[in-house]
Every structure is written in C-alpha cells, then in structure tokens.
C-alpha cells in the first residue's frame, strides 16, 4: 500500500475541470485504491481557489456551490480523502526546517511538514506518494526521500 498525500494545489486541479491536468488530477485523487490525505489546510485553501475561480467568472455561482459541497463530502471524514489533524506548533516547526533548505512558499512547507510527520505515522513504514503541481514542492519532497508525482 502507497499512502497518497495530495497537496491543494493538485485538489484545485482535480475539482476544476478548465484546469491543465484536470483528468490526471481527478484520476489521482479520486479513482485511487490506495488511501489518500491531505493536510487540514487544504479545505481552506480549496475554498479560496473556488472563491477565486467564481469571482474570475470560470465558475457560475451555482457551479461553486457545488463544488463546495463535493468538496465537503470528499474531504469531511467519509470521503475518499482522509484530512490530516494536526499539531499546529509542531508542523509550524518542521515547515520552518524546510523552508531553510528548500525554496518554498509558507503554505507549500507546511502541506509538506505534514506529510513528512503526520502522513509518514500513518503510513507506518509505507510509502507515500506526494501528489503536487508545484515544482520546488515536488523536488523538497523528493529530497525527504517522498515518491512524488507532478501534474
């Protein structure tokens, strides 16, 4: 078993369909016979994309209210992605190690903090694959010795 840690910037991808790698991204969160999670900031920065998309007119009101709702079945504890709770202080901690070494955005540090520490307790020993469409979010990961994968 692969322990698949999607970042929000692969989640936004999957949800919106106007969105390069839209298929892949779907595929990969939510077609998946291997557990899928993600950090506890990734529904908040779902809603901020969506917000985004609906302001900018690539999604109609309605359309972003479904979503959201998908988005809160998909992400709230019976769906198919398991959201991580944290220890804010201690992820805080290890995002700040990270951003040290690699060239990082605070956000994406702490999306990886969490699947070094909390993903990593989960997977007791499995592997894990890093799900990102970030590039330096993807090499940090692979460097920690992650799977990765980039859409």
């Given at each position: 078993?692969?322990?698949r840690?999607?970042?929000?910037s692969?989640?936004?991808r999957?949800y919106?369909?106007d969105e390069?790698?839209?298929?892949?991204?779907h595929?990969?969160?939510?077609?998946?016979?291997d557990?899928?999670?993600?950090?506890?900031?990734?529904?908040?920065?779902?809603?901020?994309?969506?917000?985004?998309?609906?302001?900018?007119?690539?999604?109609?009101?309605?359309a972003?209210?479904?979503l959201?709702a998908q988005a809160?079945?998909?992400?709230?504890?019976?769906?198919?992605?398991?959201?991580l709770r944290?220890?804010m202080?201690?992820?805080?901690?290890r995002a700040r190690?990270?951003?040290?070494?690699?060239p990082?955005?605070?956000?994406?540090?702490?999306?990886?903090?969490?699947a070094d520490?909390?993903?990593r307790?989960?997977?007791?020993?499995?592997?894990i694959?890093?799900?990102t469409?970030?590039?330096?979010?993807?090499?940090?990961a692979?460097?920690?010795?992650?799977?990765?994968?980039?859409?």
């Amino acid at each position: 078993m692969t322990v698949r840690f999607v970042d929000t910037s692969l989640l936004v991808r999957a949800y919106l369909i106007d969105e390069l790698g839209h298929d892949r991204a779907h595929e990969l969160v939510f077609a998946s016979t291997d557990p899928v999670v993600a950090s506890e900031l990734a529904p908040l920065e779902l809603e901020a994309a969506l917000g985004r998309a609906e302001r900018a007119g690539r999604l109609s009101a309605a359309a972003a209210d479904s979503l959201r709702a998908q988005a809160i079945r998909d992400l709230g504890g019976l769906g198919p992605v398991l959201v991580l709770r944290t220890q804010m202080g201690a992820l805080v901690t290890r995002a700040r190690e990270l951003l040290r070494s690699h060239p990082l955005r605070s956000l994406d540090a702490l999306h990886l903090a969490c699947a070094d520490t909390d993903a990593r307790r989960l997977a007791a020993g499995d592997p894990i694959a890093f799900l990102t469409a970030d590039e330096d979010q993807r090499r940090a990961a692979a460097a920690l010795g992650l799977a990765t994968d980039l859409i």
